[in-house]
């Protein structure tokens, strides 16, 4: 199979419709896709035409629950070893990806964010 994609997210699998869109794009054109996330109480099936890994939380909300979910990810993206990683939001992006792997930026993310974001590099490079 052609070269791997993971998308993580931190709301519900089953509603987020731009995640899907996303996945199913980098599917159609050869990628293997998993789309990481979190279970909720009750999960709805999926049908999708992507590996979904769903990981179980013991916190719900608050710093704990971030804490949790980031080192959940961590562990998650170390054993999937993508060659691109999607951060649908920025409390997904890991700062700890395993070398090797390319960080494309949320599509979400505030023009705010992306310019503070240049600045930041910007001022890395001096």
């Given at each position: 199979?052609?070269p791997?994609v993971?998308l ?5 699998l ?7 869109r ?14 990481v996330?979190r279970t ?6 999926l049908d999708r035409?992507?590996?979904i ?11 704990l ?6 080192i959940?990810?961590?562990f ?8 691109v990683y999607l951060?649908n ?6 700062d700890a990806?395993?070398d090797?792997?390319h960080?494309a930026?949320d ?7 992306r310019f503070?974001?240049?600045q930041l ?6």
């Amino acid at each position: 199979m052609g070269p791997s994609v993971v998308l993580s997210v931190i709301n519900d699998l089953h509603s987020d419709q731009r995640v899907h869109r996303t996945a199913t794009l980098w599917a159609e054109r050869g990628y293997r896709v998993v789309v990481v996330g979190r279970t909720y109480p009750n999960p709805a099936p999926l049908d999708r035409p992507y590996e979904i890994h769903r990981m179980t939380c013991s916190f719900n909300r608050g710093p704990l629950f971030y804490l949790e979910y980031q080192i959940r990810l961590w562990f998650a993206l170390r054993r999937l070893r993508p060659d691109v990683y999607l951060a649908n939001d920025l409390d997904t992006d890991h700062d700890a990806r395993p070398d090797g792997i390319h960080l494309a930026p949320d599509t979400a993310t505030s023009v705010v964010d992306r310019f503070l974001g240049e600045q930041l590099i910007s001022a890395a490079l001096r």
